[in-house]
Antibody, heavy 117, light 110 residues
Framework: EVQLVESGGGLVQPGGSLRLSCAAAGFTFSSYWMHWVRQAPGKGLVWVSRIKTDGSTITYADSVKGRFTTSRDNGKNTLYLQMNSLRTEDTAVYYC??????????WGQGTLVTVSS | QSVLTQPPSVSAAPGQKVTISCSGS????????VSWHQQLPGTAPKLLIY???KRPSGISDRFSGSKSGTSATLGITGLQTGDEADYYC???????????FGGGTKLTVL
């Protein structure tokens, strides 16, 4: 069974940084592209980033480009999202998801990031 | 403004059938697989349909997916009150090299 467990969320001030982690189990992590997706309170799902199996190709939504960095450690079966220069509009639940031909396929339970002073 | 367009809400009576549309373009829906996701209140999204028309193990055959040109459709038959949720379509946009979602459709079972 595919398991994805996000962690690292919390309250941070505008301009601050936070690193999210997503621990994967139940599948061969190194064989799958992975996504980050977020959902602001009361809003819809928004795609954030996608990373290739070996980390050599990473794409970002324009709204986070230059501020967020996605990476992975295949030895630890873990996906990361480094978030810098956080803004109030980055407040959301952040989900990691396994990829299937460019779409999310399996989801984690999410971790809440709140950007507020 | 989402790249994929879904109706904000749909409703139908228990036992009836409903369809949810997802409109895109040649760079996303027409040339890529579409997935559909169900989000019950207060929970994480759950995969309903992948590869446009395939159901994961454990998903009822009351749920179906299809595509024609630049539009995709999710069908739900035999509606149950437990189907009340938000539904999202998703795919990849090959021109923009980004993932794209619809804005979500809230299903109400009257």
């Amino acid at each position: 069974e595919v398991q994805l467990v996000e962690s690292g969320g919390g309250l941070v001030q505008p301009g601050g940084s936070l690193r999210l982690s997503c621990a994967a189990a139940g599948f061969t992590f190194s064989s799958y592209w992975m996504h980050w997706v977020r959902q602001a309170p009361g809003k819809g799902l928004v795609w954030v980033s996608r990373i290739k199996t070996d980390g050599s190709t990473i794409t970002y939504a324009d709204s986070v480009k230059g501020r967020f960095t996605t990476s992975r450690d295949n030895g630890k079966n873990t996906l990361y999202l480094q978030m810098n220069s956080l803004r109030t509009e980055d407040t959301a639940v952040y989900y990691c998801a396994r990829d299937n031909w460019g779409s999310p396929n399996s989801w984690g339970q999410g971790t809440l990031v709140t950007v507020s002073s | 403004q989402s790249v994929l367009t879904q109706p904000p809400s749909v409703s139908a009576a228990p036992g009836q059938k409903v369809t949810i549309s997802c409109s895109g373009s040649s760079s996303n829906i027409e040339n890529n697989y579409v997935s559909w996701h169900q989000q019950l209140p207060g929970t994480a999204p759950k995969l309903l349909i992948y590869d446009t028309n395939k159901r994961p193990s454990g998903i009822s055959d009351r749920f179906s997916g299809s595509k024609s040109g630049t539009s995709a459709t999710l069908g739900i038959t035999g509606l149950q009150t437990g189907d009340e949720a938000d539904y999202y379509c998703a795919t990849w946009d090959s021109s923009l090299s980004v993932g794209v979602f619809g804005g979500g459709t809230k299903l109400t079972v009257l």
